[in-house]
């Protein structure tokens, strides 16, 4: 008779500890992810602004950045489900399934390693958007962005969980990275970063509903600016944080399941 093993602290922290030695030991990864959202925060936010002005009362620059910011998280997170392919390839995936811990501690502690690192490139871009401008420095915006840090975790989280899913059932790197970008390159188009949805075709706005990277850009609007789209009302960063935690709850158990049924 199979028994459900329960969760292992330890096990959890071991994994943990092993994806932010990882990321650490490859500090290009987080050059190359901030340098990509750099290019687009400045190509766009510094070209663009003096051609576009702004949404309302706020610049360009500033509405682009949470959005840049989205980018570089689900690239970072969606990206982390590579190591299961990796691990899968080099053997070292059977040294975890075999140990004798539940698979779901050795999920759960490569998603929380996974959503630190994949939120590490998102404060450092938000730092530099301050820096170039795109918010101002007031105590109400020291305290939204400890509130958009929270944000960053949230989503980076779900995709986690997203990217470990895709990278349980696919055996072949290149189909996962062929996947992930079908996947990623919608998500980031149809998240409002660029513009507005209020202004958008009504097919458009339904898509971007239903679009979960669009509430956590829209989450990380009212954290770093106190504003986001008016389809959304007057509440709308409560609507964006029970439609994100609910994706995040979703692709975290998606992805543990389809880990757990993972062949070696």
Known sequence: MNMVQPLSR???????????????????????????????????????SGFIGGFGNVKYLSYLAPGVIGMGLL??????????????????????????????????GKILGGSITSSIPGIILMTIAGLMGA??????????????????????????GLGVAIGSVLNDFHAFQLLTTF???????????????????????????????FYGVELLRWCLLGTGTALLGSFGWLIALGALAAFTSLMIAIGSYLFSKAQI
């Open 10 to 48: 330890q096990a959890i922290y071991v994994v943990l500890l092993r994806e932010l030695k990882r990321y650490w030991r490859a500090r290009a990864r987080i050059i190359g992810a901030v340098a990509q959202s750099f290019f687009f925060l400045t190509l766009f936010g510094l070209g663009f």
């Open 75 to 108: 690239s970072g997170a969606m990206f982390s489900g590579v190591s299961v392919v990796f691990d899968r390839q080099f053997g070292f995936m059977k040294e975890m399934l075999i140990a004798p811990v539940s698979r779901t501690s050795v999920i759960l």
């Open 135 to 160: 918010f101002k420095p007031t105590l109400i915006l020291m305290i939204g962005a400890l509130a958009a840090v929270g944000v960053m975790f949230l989503i980076t989280a779900g995709f986690v």
């Open 183 to 213: 996947v990623m390159w919608p998500l980031f188009m149809l998240s409002g970063a660029f513009f507005p949805i209020d202004v958008a075709p009504f097919p458009l706005q339904v898509a971007s509903f239903c679009n979960p990277l």
